[in-house]
Structures are given as structure tokens and as C-alpha cells.
């Protein structure tokens, strides 16, 4: 039995002393010997460990069964058992994949740290929480140099977005959308935020070039998920939500407006009678309440990813739907992925990209401004007193009209129907139906030489159909009227790619050269009726057909590219692209374009002279590049002189059709150029803890492409042509800080700051263009050389009219529509030489700050974004506001000051402030503890716009809602009716098998 005894205690010795702790130390240094101090020690599957100290030591309590988990930013991260070690020295070695990253660019991949152009990155992570529809709106504040503005805050609508600055006046604005290597002719709105791996902006021409006569604006590119591990991977991710306003406008109501006119003394009876008829009415209505509502959105994705043998697969499934704050606006994508990529040989690969989509979007078909405009003592519905008073049907809707005789007053003051009515009872109805295919063969050639030829197809089918029910308008059944009109596209593209990439000692050589072959094709159909019998059947043969047409359009790009980049012991760097494109929007003579670009870069911590400062300078490349990019965005024959039906009148009163000329041609015109040049540097110190990029950039666009005005007496009101001259100057920084890196707690830090200015360097052989846009409520805008291509210009106002200069009471909120301006010239007249440039709607600058915080299994990041120094002309509270223009519209002013005044909306009065600093995101997540059946479980909660400042003097819903006349460059900053901005509030789970 003793030895029994003995036999078991010597049996378990080594298991209690393999469990029992022990105390590890040791020191991590880099691969130069120095000490690194911030380096990870973490007990694998725990959260346990501990950091090096200042000289890079460490000491723990470990198990011998522990495995030690050693990490640290650009480092390869290592994994060591403790076994019966107390001692634990190691060396890290630089992760050369990290600092290696790989960057998307035209038409193939780059290394980061060879990458001589101005090109910004983000990988979507945590992009997909953030509570928005579109992957464009997760980008605020993200990428310096790119200007995002929500300028409609309808559910699913696109947002304006710019790329260093306004480059041009009639010819494509927005940047070329590159998905997955293919220019696609639409927006973003088919992409689902989950299914994208990472976004880069091509924001120099040195890096645009290679798309040619579409890169004058910038490019984004979009690359999606794509499997790649053996083991299947099964995603869901669910998130629901609610969207309120961000911001309110502050209007009288009835009883606010009764107490602050028993304060006057100069109330005239007549204004007093109508008061006292609607105190005894007694209602009241805000129509901020009436027609807004707290949005729901709802969103659920599931994706199956993996390897099977040697196919590489990613497969997704989506559904989104969003209300928006306006009644009547609805949208909801249903979107799907087959990404494939396999393996036929050695030699041989071959993929399909498959992406369908399909949106259906109710939409508001009245501006804002008109829905809330109405009186606040009107109700929505008639109630069972004012259908006594009003001779009307309790639950009817209730109209001002209806009030024209209310205790012995007329409370009317317009004739049109209720903001409620015109936004649920106009209705506006848009299905888009997308379907992209691309598919690849990628053979090997020889040791680093491929060959990759492409075919693709995307197409859209879009279906827009208009109604306007009866009681959506003051003319009742006679002003119903509805539309269809209907939209094909078929884009088809043939790229044919050869690479060839090579290192030989300290040589290292990319290059590729290329044939793309794209042809867009456009349908189009129209069809109007009016005079509906009834509103229950809405089909357009329901009513009198007054109008169709048909048309049809198409382009074709034929293009060839080449492009070499060389690398010497991998800190001299040069690189150089080429392309020419045939447009079949230009004449014969000009239908080529060709666009270069050179570029170059030098890693100076790769010198020997910086190894002693290495450690604290861990990276610094200089670059500086020059190219030349185009602009082909107008329409399609607009070389040609067209014709078009038309009828005439011949002999006695006979109408006869024909055709005749609709434009004047111009076989001389050509491409617009965009040249630019490019200098600056990426920074990395303290083993790459802090990480900055800096750019200077200075863009001149010439020959430009302008619909320009011409003497009526020719038939025609304009002309195509090549005129004028655009500089865009900037700076741009982004900045990335690793401020904590613990076992157990992480926090980092980025920023963006970016600043353009714009200047029209010549314009058509003008040096001044001043355009008035509406006549009923004028205002002006200027083009001037010297100055930003477009200016608010007009009057300075001195002051408002006083209220005994007014003398009136009624309606509630009654403002004079003219101010007191100031006499700038001195000649004691209000003359046009009074007017100056009161404005622009270009911001100084924009900024971004980003923060990521995570504590054990909780983490929260949350974004601040900001605009400043940018105007609009907001003419919102010309409706909000009661404008009153005083009998004869003349005000009964003295002789002496009646000539010193001017319309208010001549004047900067409407000129405000867009200045705004938004909370654009909020997302607090936790990871669940997960079994081996999850491989992680996630909860959060996202919000954006939580906060939302806006400027003091800034009387709207949106002050980036720019939505009136932005087809033309020279108009732009006018807002009127802009729908408004949203707060979102969500909540989701991310749920990884």
C-alpha cells in the first residue's frame, strides 16, 4: 500500500506543479536591438496580460500551460508557450504585410509603400453599423478631400459628392464609381455597406489618369468581400431603427403670436377683428408635427463565404427598408452577391461577379417650403366645430378657403389646399431594377506575366410614375394629372489587361498595358394625362393622354492604357501612365484624347544616414506628382446639329408634321483638361503610432466645356464650346494616433482636414456673367474672373422695417418683404452699382475627427465632422415667414427713405451661414462571450447626427440641403425647400458561425 502511495504522488508531482503560477519576465525588443516599450503580453483566450515598459520590460503570472500572445502595431504578432520558462527575451520583426498594404488603383493593386500618388484608403470597419442607406453616407468625415453633403434628406437619395473641389461648369460634376474594376454609368445606392471590403479615393491626376477622360473629378473605388478560407463563414447581421429631425424651425403658433401682439400699441381694428376671430376659433396646428413622423428602418443581411478545393467563394442576401421623417417617403433595396473566383489550371483562373438589386422608393413630390407654409390656426382635418362654423364634412381635410367667413372675418389667406394634402395626395413613385454581371479569365503567361480579359454588363430599368389626387389641389378634379416615364441603360465593357511584374536584385518593375472597349446604351420613354374621372383608378388611359415621346441614345469609349511603376531597393520610386480615349461625343477631329501622368517618391527612412532615428521616425516618403485627366460628361451627339418633330403651319390654317433643326453643332469641339500637380509626404514615428499624410495640390481645368449663351436672332439660345479656365488649390492632412495600446485597453485617433479654393481663371472671353433665377421672389448670382466660379450677389442689408413703419398684425408671423440696404457707392441712390458678392457655397475647409475606444469586450467609436465658412441662399423663410409687400405692393414710406429699400431676397438677408459640426456617428458595441458553434457574437448601438450644430444665423432644416438648380455650377447654393437632415437611432447584432 506505501508503495502504492508513493507511485500516485510521484505520478501527479509534475501535474501540480505544470498548474501551478509561476512569474514570467523578460524584455522585447525590434529587429535593430531596441528596446520596445507598449508591447502586448496577453495570456491567449483570457483577458490577462500586461504591456512593456518604458525599456521594454515585462513580467506576468502565468500557468505552464499558457500560451503567451506577444503583439504590437506593424509587428508580426508572436505566440510562445510557457512551458517551464521564467525568462522570455524576443526580438519582433517588422510586419512587412502591414506596412506592405495593399492599396486598390486603376486597373490593378499597389503596394502602400510604393504608392507615389494621392490615394486614401479606409476598410469598412465598423462602416457597416453606422445606421445609413447608401455606402456614400458612411463616409463623412473619413477620407480628407472628399466633400460629402446630405443636400436631400429623402430616404435612400443620393448625397453630393465633390473630389478636391468644383473643376468645371456644364460638363460632368460628379467623381467616376469604379465597382470591383468597373466604371459603372450610376451611384451607389445598388451597393450594400456589408458586402464592401474596402473604398480608395483617387484624388490626384497622377492617380486618376489611367481612367482618362472620365478622372477630372476623382475616382472611388469600391472592392467587395470575396471568399478565401477554407473553413465556410456564415455572416447575419441585423440592425433596426428610428429617424427623427435633426433640427426645427421656431415659428409662432397662434397663441405666441396673440401674446406678443398684446404688446402693440398700433394694432389696427381690422387686424384686431381677425385676431379675435381666431383666438375664438382656437386651434391649432404645427405642421413640423403634422407632416413629420419618427421613421422606422430595418435592415438584415446574411453572407456565406469560404474555399472549396480551388474555388474561393462569397455569396449575400439583403434586405433594407427606411420611412422617411416626411410622410409619403419610402424606400426599401433588396440587393444579392455571387462573387466566384476559381481555379482552372496551374495557369488558368476565372471569375463571376453577379450583383442584382431592386429599390422601390416612394418620394416626396412638393418642396418642403410649400408643405409648411400653412397658417398654425389651420387644423388638418375639420373637426365637428369647424365643420359647424365652415358648412363642411367633420374629417374632411380643411382648407384656408373654408375660413373666408369665421365669426364675421375672413381668416383666409390663400387658396391652395393644406401642406398635409399636397404631401400625401401628390404622389411620386420610382423602382429602379439593377443587374451587373462581370466575368474574368486571368491567365499566366509566364513567371510574373498575365493576361486578364474582362466582359461585363450593367443594367438599369428605372420606372417613375407621378399622381396628383384632386384634393391635392385648389382646382379639384380638374388639376388631376399623372406621368410615367421610363428609363434603360445598358452598359457593356471589354477590358483587356496584360501585367507583368518582376524583382531582380535591387529592381523592381510593375507594369501593364491595356484595350478597353465600353458602349452605353440609352431608352427612354415619357407619357403625360390628365383630367381623371375619379381618383380610385390612376392608369394613364383613365384619363386624357396630352402628351408622349420616345428617345434613344448611345456612347461608345474606346480607350488604350499602359502604366510602369519602378522601384529602386524600394526607396526610389517612379512611375509613369498613359491613355488615349475615342469618344463618340466629339467630331472627327478631336475624337482622341490622351492623358498623361508621371509621379514620384522617395522612402528616406530606407537611407542609411536614418538608421540611428529610425526607431522614432519609423517611416517618411516623400512624393510629388503631375498628370492630366479629362471631363467628356455632356450629351450624347452634342457635336451634331440635331433635329427633332416639329409641326408647322402651311397653306390655310393646315397643320403639317416635320422635323426641323433643335440645336446648333460644333464639329470642333473637344475635351475638357484637367492638369494637375501634387507634392506631399506620409509620416510614421514611434513605430508608426502616429501616422500622417499630407498633400498640397494645385488643379487647373481648361477648355472647359460650356453650354454657352447665344443672340436669340440665330434660332437657338446656346452653343457648345471649349472656353474657360478653372484653378482648384488645396491642402489635405489625415492624421492617425495609436494613444493607448494595453492587453486589456485600446484607444486611436484620426483626422481629416482638407481646404480648397476655387477660382475661374476665364470665362467664354467675359470677364462677368450676373444671372437672375426667379422673377417672383428675383435674385441673383455672379461669375466673375478672379473670383470662386460662382458668388451670391446683391444689396447689404442695412436694417428691417420697423414695426410702426409696418403697422400690421395679420397674418400671424407678418414680416415686410423688403429691408433698408445700404448705399455702398455713396451717391445717396440704391443703384445696381450698390450690389456686391455677398457670399459663396464653397466651404474654407472641412474637417474630421475620429475616436476608437475599446475596453476588454466592449468597444465605442464615435466621429465629429464639420464644414466651415460655406453660404446658402436660403429662401425657406421667405415662406416660412408671412411676407407682406404693403398696399399696391409699394410701402407707405416716407418720401426721403422709400428709395433705400430693396427685396429681401435682393439682399444678403437670405444669405446664410452653412457652417455646421455634426456627432455623424455613434456606435457603442459589445462582444458576447462565444462556444465553438459562434465565432463571434456581437450587440451595439449606432446613432448619427446626434448632435447637430448648425449656425446661429441659419433658419432651416438643412443646411447642406443645396437642391435648386444644381445642374449648373453657376447657380449653386440655392436652397428652397430642402428636405430635412435626420437623426437616426439604431440598434443591431452581428451574429459570425
Do not use: C
Amino acid at each position: 500500500m506505501k508503495q502504492i502511495l508513493i507511485l500516485l504522488l510521484t505520478l501527479l508531482l509534475p501535474l501540480s506543479l505544470w498548474a501551478q503560477e509561476r512569474i514570467i519576465s523578460g524584455t522585447i525588443t525590434d529587429e535593430n536591438g531596441q528596446s520596445m516599450p507598449g508591447v502586448s503580453v496577453l495570456v491567449k483566450g483570457t483577458t490577462k496580460g500586461t504591456v512593456t515598459d518604458l525599456n521594454g520590460k515585462f513580467s506576468l503570472n502565468v500557468n505552464a500551460s499558457d500560451k503567451l500572445v506577444i503583439s504590437y502595431i506593424g509587428y508580426m504578432t508572436v505566440e510562445q508557450d510557457v512551458s517551464n520558462k521564467t525568462k522570455l527575451d524576443l526580438s519582433m520583426a517588422v510586419n512587412d504585410e502591414l506596412l506592405d498594404e495593399i492599396v486598390v488603383v486603376g486597373y490593378g493593386v499597389q503596394k502602400k509603400s510604393h504608392l507615389t500618388g494621392a490615394v486614401a484608403k479606409i476598410k469598412n470597419e465598423g462602416l457597416a453599423d453606422i445606421p445609413v442607406s447608401r455606402v456614400d453616407q458612411a463616409l463623412y468625415g473619413q477620407l480628407a478631400g472628399l466633400q460629402i453633403q446630405n443636400t436631400n434628406g429623402e430616404a435612400g437619395s443620393s448625397p453630393y459628392i465633390q473630389v478636391r473641389g468644383m473643376s468645371t461648369i456644364n460638363a460632368g460634376k460628379g467623381p467616376l464609381i469604379v465597382v470591383d474594376g468597373y466604371p459603372i454609368p450610376d451611384d451607389l445606392s445598388g451597393i450594400d455597406m456589408n458586402d464592401v471590403a474596402s473604398i480608395e479615393v483617387l484624388k490626384d491626376a497622377a492617380s486618376a489618369a489611367i481612367y482618362g477622360s472620365r478622372g477630372a473629378n476623382g475616382v472611388i473605388m469600391i472592392t467587395t468581400k470575396s471568399g478565401g478560407k477554407d473553413k465556410m463563414d456564415i455572416s447575419f447581421r441585423s440592425n433596426v431603427g428610428m429617424k427623427t429631425p435633426a433640427l426645427s424651425i421656431d415659428l409662432y403658433s397662434p397663441q405666441s403670436w396673440l401674446e406678443y401682439v398684446a404688446t402693440k400699441s398700433n394694432v389696427s381694428d381690422k387686424d384686431q377683428a381677425r385676431l379675435d376671430a381666431m383666438e375664438q376659433l382656437g386651434t391649432a396646428t404645427d405642421w413640423q408635427d403634422a407632416t413629420m413622423r419618427a421613421g422606422k428602418t430595418q435592415n438584415y443581411q446574411l453572407s456565406v463565404s469560404g474555399s472549396s478545393g480551388k474555388t474561393n467563394y462569397y455569396v449575400s442576401g439583403s434586405y433594407f427598408s427606411e420611412q422617411g421623417i416626411m410622410l409619403a417617403d419610402n424606400y426599401e433595396k433588396f440587393a444579392m452577391r455571387v462573387k466566384l473566383q476559381t481555379k482552372l489550371s496551374d495557369r488558368l483562373e476565372m471569375g463571376f461577379n453577379i450583383n442584382p438589386s431592386f429599390t422601390n422608393n416612394d418620394r416626396i413630390n412638393v418642396g418642403i417650403h410649400d408643405v409648411l407654409r400653412n397658417s398654425p390656426w389651420l387644423p388638418v382635418w375639420h373637426t365637428a366645430e369647424t365643420a359647424e362654423l365652415t358648412g363642411k364634412t367633420e374629417g374632411e381635410l380643411a382648407m384656408e378657403n373654408d375660413f373666408r367667413d369665421v365669426y364675421g372675418q375672413s381668416l383666409s389667406n390663400t387658396s391652395n389646399v393644406n401642406g398635409y394634402a399636397k404631401l400625401t395626395g401628390r404622389e411620386k413613385n420610382e423602382q429602379k431594377l439593377r443587374g451587373f454581371f462581370n466575368t474574368n479569365l486571368k491567365l499566366n503567361l509566364m513567371e510574373g506575366m498575365d493576361f486578364k480579359t474582362s466582359i461585363g454588363v450593367y443594367a438599369t430599368q428605372r420606372d417613375r410614375t407621378t399622381y396628383q389626387n384632386s384634393w391635392a389641389h385648389r382646382n379639384g378634379q380638374a388639376a388631376t394629372e399623372a406621368s410615367y416615364n421610363g428609363q434603360r441603360v445598358i452598359d457593356m465593357l471589354n477590358e483587356n489587361i496584360l501585367t507583368y511584374s518582376k524583382e531582380f536584385g535591387n529592381h523592381s518593375i510593375d507594369a501593364l498595358a491595356g484595350f478597353t472597349y465600353q458602349k452605353t446604351q440609352i431608352k427612354e420613354s415619357e407619357v403625360e394625362a390628365n383630367n381623371f374621372l375619379t381618383d380610385k383608378i390612376k392608369t394613364l388611359n383613365a384619363g386624357t393622354i396630352i402628351g408622349g415621346e420616345t428617345s434613344g441614345s448611345e456612347h461608345v469609349l474606346m480607350s488604350y492604357l499602359s502604366r510602369a511603376s519602378y522601384a529602386y531597393k524600394g526607396k526610389y520610386l517612379l512611375s509613369a501612365s498613359i491613355r488615349w480615349d475615342g469618344s463618340s461625343r466629339f467630331g472627327p477631329a478631336n475624337k482622341y484624347g490622351f492623358f498623361p501622368s508621371v509621379s514620384a517618391g522617395w522612402r528616406v527612412t530606407e537611407e542609411n544616414f536614418m538608421a540611428g532615428i529610425k526607431p522614432l521616425v519609423s517611416d517618411l516618403k516623400l512624393r510629388v506628382s503631375y498628370g492630366a485627366t479629362g471631363n467628356n460628361g455632356i450629351p450624347n451627339y452634342g457635336y451634331l446639329a440635331n433635329i427633332g418633330p416639329s409641326n408647322y403651319v402651311l397653306g390655310d390654317d393646315a397643320i403639317v408634321s416635320g422635323y426641323k433643326q433643335t440645336n446648333l453643332g460644333n464639329p470642333s469641339l473637344s475635351w475638357e483638361r484637367t492638369f494637375e500637380f501634387d507634392a506631399g509626404f506620409d509620416l510614421g514615428l514611434f513605430n508608426d503610432r502616429f501616422i500622417m499624410g499630407f498633400d498640397y495640390y494645385d488643379a487647373t481645368s481648361d477648355q472647359l466645356l460650356l453650354e454657352l449663351p447665344i443672340p436669340s436672332v440665330t434660332g437657338f439660345t446656346s452653343l457648345w464650346v471649349n472656353q474657360g479656365k478653372v484653378k482648384n488649390t488645396g491642402i489635405e492632412l489625415e492624421l492617425t494616433t495609436v494613444n493607448i495600446q494595453k492587453a486589456d485597453f485600446s484607444w486611436s485617433s484620426s483626422l481629416t482636414f482638407a481646404t480648397t479654393r476655387n477660382e475661374l481663371l476665364e470665362f467664354g472671353g467675359d470677364d462677368v456673367l450676373i444671372q437672375t433665377v426667379d422673377p417672383k421672389r428675383p435674385n441673383d448670382f455672379i461669375t466673375r474672373v478672379g473670383e470662386p466660379i460662382v458668388q451670391f450677389y446683391g444689396y447689404k442689408m442695412k436694417s428691417e422695417l420697423s414695426e410702426e413703419e409696418m403697422n400690421v398684425y395679420w397674418p400671424i408671423g407678418v414680416e415686410s418683404l423688403s429691408v433698408y440696404v445700404e448705399d455702398l457707392d455713396g451717391d445717396g441712390k440704391i443703384t445696381e452699382a450698390d450690389k456686391v458678392p455677398l457670399g459663396k457655397p464653397f466651404p474654407d475647409f472641412t474637417w474630421g475627427i475620429t475616436n476608437n475606444v475599446r475596453y476588454k469586450n466592449l468597444d465605442l467609436s464615435f466621429t465629429f465632422q464639420g464644414s466651415e465658412g460655406a453660404s446658402v441662399f436660403n429662401l425657406d423663410p421667405y415662406y416660412y415667414e408671412t411676407q407682406w409687400k404693403g398696399d399696391d405692393n409699394a410701402l407707405d414710406l416716407p418720401a426721403e427713405t422709400r428709395d433705400q429699400v430693396a427685396l429681401k431676397s435682393l439682399t444678403d438677408y437670405h444669405v446664410q451661414d452653412a457652417s455646421y459640426i455634426a456627432l455623424r456617428n455613434l456606435t457603442i458595441g459589445y462582444n458576447i462571450p462565444v462556444n465553438k458553434f459562434i465565432r463571434k457574437a456581437r450587440v451595439y448601438f449606432s446613432g448619427s447626427n446626434l448632435i447637430y450644430l448648425a449656425a446661429d444665423n441659419y433658419t432651416s432644416l438643412n443646411p447642406e440641403g443645396i437642391n435648386q438648380y444644381t445642374d449648373s455650377p453657376l447657380l449653386y447654393g440655392y436652397q428652397r425647400g430642402a428636405n430635412p437632415l435626420a437623426k437616426t437611432y439604431s440598434a443591431g447584432i452581428t451574429l459570425d458561425f
